[in-house]
């Protein structure tokens, strides 16, 4: 299988550099897949679990936001707001993020902003529960 070379930086730390046979990523408009020879991108990311295969081993990263793009030259570059492994991942912090928009809904009047906060809520929750499945296997 071809590869393409993929970097996965957070404001803390560069999470990986390597080359890859696949990234499938949670996009703000949906998930999506990159293979070598992807055509260029610019893609927002939502909170979710990022799925990247090397040499046919899968590697789960948790990203709680940020953006995907896809140069010319097919090298993929995701700036994640926060990122780790599935196996690293602080579930406090998540349970933080957690409380912190339930406070934030009940503050928020009906509309778009509500409905966007909602939207982000049930993401982190989302990954919680996988999480928590990761970790009874």
């Known amino acids: 299988m071809a590869t393409f070379h993929f970097d996965l930086v957070s ?3 560069l999470l990986f550099s ?3 046979d696949q990234v499938d990523a949670p ?3 949906g998930d999506f897949g990159v293979l070598a020879g992807h055509a ?3 893609a927002a990311l939502r ?3 990022m799925t990247v295969t ?3 081993q899968a590697q789960r990263m948790v990203v709680l936001g940020g953006f995907a793009e896809v140069g010319p030259d097919g090298k993929l570059t995701v700036l994640a707001d926060l990122a780790d492994s599935v196996e690293e991942f602080d579930r406090g912090l998540l349970s933080e ?3 912190a928009q339930e ?3 009940k503050r928020l009047d009906a509309g778009a902003a509500l409905d966007r906060a909602i939207e982000r809520l049930d993401h982190f929750k989302e990954i919680d529960q996988h999480l928590e499945g990761t970790a009874l296997h």
């Open 54 to 56: 090397v040499n046919g």
């Open 97 to 99: 993020r957690i409380a």
């Open 103 to 105: 406070e934030t809904i």
């Open 18 to 20: 390597g080359e890859v």
């Open 27 to 29: 996009g703000a408009e």
């Open 47 to 49: 909170p979710g679990i």
């Open 40 to 42: 260029a991108l610019i």
């Open 11 to 13: 404001p803390e730390k």
